[in-house]
């Protein structure tokens, strides 16, 4: 039904939009200068800050999101379950990568939307739940037992 739904919507752009898309194609540019250059900034920060504290993302050449791999002490427990964990152990929000379909799995999503001292503060909170993966994924195993 989800996707009989989302068919309708694909079918055909409102009109409102497509003109508001060709004025935006055909007018002044610098905006879009100055949001790429935005975006590629704060890559740059997140695939060097997460370098540093032990989690290698590729760089990604042309969009605001950075698709990264687990890290090896994750993997077992999958993209939704190091979700959780991330976000209640690092206060640092990804999108598990198997809600963009089967091979999303063993990936999270990073959105570029931070400044530079937040996403350098998500590092760093990154660092301290990296160093504490033994005891994290004892105390995830044990709740997971419990439940």
Do not use: C
Not at 32 to 53: G, K, P
């Amino acid at each position: 039904a989800l996707a009989r739904i989302k068919s309708y919507l694909d079918y055909g752009a409102f009109t409102p939009v497509q003109v508001a898309a060709t004025a935006a194609l055909n007018g002044p540019q610098e905006i879009i200068d100055d949001a790429r250059n935005t975006y590629r900034r704060r890559r740059d920060v997140l695939i060097e800050s997460f370098a540093r504290v032990g989690w290698d993302i590729p760089s990604p050449s042309a969009t605001m999101f950075a698709w990264a791999p687990i890290p090896e002490a994750y993997r077992h427990v999958g993209s939704l379950q190091f979700s959780k964990l991330l976000l209640e152990h690092a206060n640092v929000a990804v999108s598990p990568g198997n809600g963009f379909g089967e091979y999303g799995e063993g990936y999270v999503r990073l959105a570029l939307v931070e400044n530079r001292q937040r996403i350098m503060q998500a590092a760093r909170n990154v660092r301290r739940f990296i160093d504490s993966s033994d005891r994290i994924l004892e105390q995830a195993e044990k709740s997971a037992v419990g439940s």
